[in-house]
DNA sequence: CTTCGCGCTGGAAACGTTTCCATCGAGGGC
DNA sequence: GCCCTCGATGGAAACGTTTCCAGCGCGAAG
């Protein structure tokens, strides 16, 4: 049917017989038109199989509509589904989301966001390594490209879609602390480039200080220590001493259990464990895990709609940040009075604490 | 620094008192430039903060350098880590990603394809409801846009990156009946709007007919079913005579033995269950599930290279479907002698077979 | 000394759209 | 009957880029 080769709105206008201008009218509904040429080019137009060029259109008005959405890894499912919320939010507007994804890795942060200006994006939604120190972004930004932040606390004049991850680390302290635990534990990845666990440690940290429970121990690993049960089961047996641990993520929180079992220790009665983020398949396990629930695509759809309020004009107020639940879950309980003895029978010999790298006290 | 306002090639060509022609070679490294001039427009560009404008260009070149991808959700990490892999390849290529999502609807997929056409994309990877018989779809290819397809098997004269779903559930068939099962389950959601699943199911079904074994029960529920472990309780509760069920995917396969566990039925004892996708989840869980392992981000990355190598103007061949993997776990094993006792003591009285609509045979 | 060729250059067209502006015609008020 | 107004229309400019083409100067070959 359709020539191979693009139609334009000029192929419309000739085969309507009039100008090209009144071809736009009509098919924009802008600006005064006959009903006699509205008929005429509507028609050429479904006959042609016509549709606009988005890139003539954006060059003409500079306009894109496409916002860059950055990442870290659309692998982890808590950034996937906000890019899901985001996505919905913008489409109901008429702007789509062209996607970028830096691996953790700050260097791709900048390239990816150099990329997205270049490519004239209306918009930035960004989750970055570390956003308060990227040029790029500060680049974007001076150019008049409005910009959210998702994830993040809001910082450096710009707005965020985001929990307060603090707050939120101080009601599992409370938690563990009405729980009965004294001795906790913050387990997260090793050089977390993640500003988002940063928060959470602190706000665990604070929360127990609060409380009157010792400082809790960081346990960090590698993500291959984590991918393996047995090397977390090491780690984990160097830390005797704590009966409950919070880890910065729901993955981790699992991966934890399961080095748990390795050890003959039983959740929640000899280690309890807390997750954080309330990924759907926590509740479906077994053992339900106990967990902060967030909504990412709740932060998805707030941040686009941060930006399409900033892409209309406005300037709208920082708001609060998003809900979060502490979802009871069957992994938090009362530490079982004789745990240190089951512990000690089957702790693993090769254990030595003051090897172990991983252990830092806060 | 920048003026707010953009930077053009003119304003470089105007500053290195030069043409415009001059600084576009200078700055493409394209065509014969004086070693004078090239140093001149670099230093004007440098000063000027110059980059490109994506738009400028592909209107000129009619090449956007965008791929349109079309999954049908990002929350689900199966397509979510196959975008990834799709995105991490195309980067490298100098490609960005355009991406839709149409939540399972068709309606959504034409419209998305409409867009994405519309914003002048180069190429399309996509995963729709019904493929075959999208005339957006159709349109596109007119159109001279090439497309490959990524999960669906190939057809309609279209490549895919994809694995025999077909294939793989005959494998779960073969290890159901060396695990001695001969009355077998398939649980899919009602008004699976998913071809995977359907070639599943007919796999699965083949599979059992091959090896003498009855032909699978099809359990069908809803989200809703599926989301609550007692509504799929009921549902498993209808099917007392099933030694093992073979769920469409991993997290129906992780609720289904929630559902077990509240009939008071033990896995794999008195219920083996087999899921689909290999999720990495399924590897920590106390029980590790038994699944076959694909890897979604494979063929997001094949996708990716089969539309570069059409970009590039090659007719590359439909390749081999990629390999899966039967992941053990702990979920399968042979049906303990005693089960039908079990059974019919914890089964929930209310179930009737015959007033439950989800209950088919094929 | 002329001519040829070649390296380098800049003007201009083209890509598809929107919108400003000028033009044209008709209808209404005087 | 004339002029003004207003609605409808089309030409053309502009957006930022690449590339064709023509022109320039200079060196080498005859």
Redesign the interface.
Known sequence: ??R?S?ITIRDVAARAGCGVATASRVLNRSGATSADSRERVERAAAEL?F??????R??QS?R?M?VGVLVP???N?VF??A??GT??EL?DAGY??????S?YDPARDAEAL???????VDGLIVTMVAPEESPALG?AR???IPAVLMFHDPRAGLLSAHVDNAAAAREVARQCAAAGHRATGFLALRFSTSDRSRARFTGFTQGCAELGMAAPVLVEVSEAEAAS?DALARTLAAHPDLTAIFASND?LA??L??AA?ELGLRVPRDLSVVGFDGI??GR????PLTTVETDP?AMGRQAARLLLAMLRGETPEQPAPLPFTFRPGATLAAPAEDRDDDRAATRSPSAHPDQNPSLKRT
Chains 1, 2 share one sequence.
């Open positions: 049917m359709a191979s693009k199989g549709s606009f060029s988005a890139i003539g954006a060059l500079s894109s496409t890894s659309l692998a499912p996937a589904e890019v899901q996505q919905e489409r789509q989301c062209l996607i970028a994804s691996t150099g990329v997205l200006t270049a490519k004239q680049a001076t150019r008049d049960p993955f699992i991966a259990q399961r079992r759907e398949i479906h396990l077994d053992r695509e």
